[in-house]
């Protein structure tokens, strides 16, 4: 299928000539060299090293190419060419990211390309769809501490990036503001009473589980790289991005991979069942409605990658550990299977998404309960962020623990998993503490003392 609808368009966004260059490890960090190349229209995806995950980080900066799309009107930018279709876009992703890296993300409301949900909210400020091929990639890889910049492009242009990183002085100054509390779209009360009524279609028997959100903003006057730097400092997880554009910034510090797609393997990482940081762990895993909600969530996920897998091929390789993170411990399985080789990443993709820990079961009941219930679309809570390589290799993570930047407005948005015996007070609770590493990052950013 064409993107361009150009021959020689076409032909020229085929035409991958890259430039290659190893620099000093040691002298640079990623949060360095996005302060000295980074800003509107860059992206930065690092990792915090856990069990395998977050081997690498990557700037991308120079946009050279855009894909972007809200429902099935597709826009594409290659270098100031425009394109438009009318098409599913998982249908034109893999042709767009084939033989370059790129960065991106799916909101949650990308899931209406596929499913026919109510629509009563009018859309967020970010795309459906938004993925973005860069000029020039910097790579860390943190285990063979190797620096590599990627560069498609001139040698004089590759040697003005390795001057800009090599020529800062240091990280931006942040000056201290005062604290701005986030309120709520929701009261308590209000979502305590939107928990009632998700019990009662559980009780109706419409589903087993929903996961309801609601949104905490404020009017705040601060950048996206310093509150990026916060909550990377707060909040070390194995998938940490910033997506910085003119009119929005996403800038995230997900535990949860949604899917990864590597050799023809897939792997889904659901996490459901909460409690604070320091609670008795045993207590966790033998609490009746926890481990009923990951269980449930398990078993979608085994469904969902039963869909694109070979028969016989999807297993458990690790059921009910605990993880501990910044302010929570979560109950965590992994769930693997060989894709048919009929499908792509991106067939992965659209199976999955949105995860059944950000849904519910079964899943397109529970999302039009979802949007039944809450107060706005979600946008990119509940969707996904993500690399996808050269050969593509999808590696994505669902966009929780997140900070949303439109104009001044910051939102932080987190939902609690209902089932039948959920206390509705209690998953009020739960959306504070889930929000609570985000609020948090934000009132450090504010301090100006990063």
Do not use: W
Request: net charge negative; charged share 25%.
């Amino acid at each position: 299928m064409s993107l361009f609808n150009d021959k020689n368009l076409d032909a020229a966004f085929s035409n991958r000539q890259f430039l290659t260059r190893e620099l000093d490890y040691d002298t640079m960090t990623p949060i360095l060299a996005y302060a000295a190349v980074g800003g509107a229209g860059s992206t930065m995806m690092e990792s915090a090293y856990d069990e395998g995950y977050g081997k690498a980080s990557f700037i991308g900066i120079n946009p050279l190419a855009t894909f972007s799309a809200r429902g099935t009107d597709v826009h594409i930018d290659f270098a100031g060419n425009i394109v438009n279709h009318s098409i599913d876009p998982y249908l034109l992703l893999p042709e767009f990211t084939v033989g370059r890296k790129s960065f991106g993300f799916v909101t949650y409301d990308g899931v209406r390309v596929k499913e026919k949900l109510p629509d009563r909210h009018p859309p967020k400020a970010v795309p459906d769809f938004f993925f973005r091929i860069y000029k020039t990639v910097i790579s860390f890889d943190h285990q063979a501490q190797k620096l590599v910049i990627k560069h498609e492009g001139s040698e004089e242009e590759l040697n003005q990036v390795v001057q800009k990183l090599f020529s800062i002085n240091g990280l931006p100054v942040t000056h201290p503001q005062k604290m701005i509390a986030l309120e709520p779209d929701v009261s308590d009360s209000e979502f305590a009473d939107k928990v009632k009524r998700a019990k009662e279609y559980i009780r109706q028997g419409d589903i087993f589980q929903v996961v309801l959100s609601r949104t905490f903003s404020a009017d705040i006057n601060i950048s996206s790289f310093a509150l990026y730097r916060a909550l990377r400092k707060l909040n070390p997880t194995p998938y940490l991005f910033l997506f910085e554009e003119a009119d929005f910034s996403i800038i995230g510090a997900s535990p949860e991979l949604l899917v990864g797609v590597k050799d023809g393997v897939i792997e889904t990482v659901p996490i459901a069942g909460t409690c604070k940081k320091g609670d008795d762990i045993n207590k966790l895993l033998n609490d009746p409605k926890e481990t009923s909600e990951h269980i449930m969530l398990v078993d979608l996920a085994r469904n969902d990658v039963g869909a694109m897998a070979k028969p016989g091929t999807v297993s458990v390789t690790k059921f009910k550990n605990v993880k501990t993170y910044s302010h929570v411990s979560h109950i965590v399985s992994h769930v693997v299977g060989q894709m048919d080789s009929k499908y792509n990443s991106f067939d992965v993709l659209k199976s999955v998404l949105p995860a059944g820990t950000l849904s519910g079961a079964p899943k397109i009941r529970a999302m039009e309960i979802i949007d039944e219930l809450e107060a706005t679309r979600r946008g990119a809570y509940g969707g996904a962020v993500m690399i996808v390589d050269e050969s593509g290799n999808l590696t994505s993570a669902i966009t929780i623990r997140t900070i949303f930047k439109h104009g001044s407005t910051v939102e932080v948005r987190t939902g609690a998993g209902i089932v039948y015996d959920s206390v509705p007070e209690k998953e009020v609770e739960e959306t504070y503490l889930k929000a609570r590493g985000a609020m948090a990052s934000i009132e450090l950013a504010l301090k100006g003392t990063l």
